[in-house]
Nanobody, 125 residues
């Protein structure tokens, strides 16, 4: 069974940075598009960023462009989400998820079949 484990969340002041990690066991991340989603209390889960399996293409939602960077380290079987200039509205539980679709899949939770347990990110002074 595919397993994804997120780490790196925490409490940070506005303007601060965090790096989230998504590590996989029992399968190789190379063959999957990996997406990051987030869900704030009372809100729907939304797609934040994604990196394709094939050519490394990336996607970012408009509100994080220029602040977040997604990358993968195939040797470590890990995908990262570097988050800079964090804002209070970035506060949410962040999840990584894997999709077998080629290229950049639509950032719809149903297109991603394997999910991690989530990591809390809180941006507050």
């Amino acid at each position: 069974q595919v397993q994804l484990v997120e780490s790196g969340g925490g409490l940070v002041q506005p303007g601060g940075s965090l790096r989230l990690s998504c590590a996989a066991s029992r399968f190789t991340l190379d063959y999957y598009a990996i997406g990051w989603f987030r869900q704030a209390p009372g809100k729907e889960r939304e797609g934040v960023s994604c990196i394709s399996s094939s050519d490394g293409s990336t996607y970012y939602r408009d509100s994080v462009k220029g602040r977040f960077t997604i990358s993968r380290d195939n040797a470590k079987n890990t995908v990262y989400l570097q988050m800079n200039s964090l804002k209070p509205e970035d506060t949410a539980v962040y999840y990584c998820a894997a999709s077998p679709l080629l290229g950049l899949p639509p950032m719809i939770p149903a297109k991603f079949g394997s999910w991690g347990q989530g990591t809390q990110v809180t941006v507050s002074s």
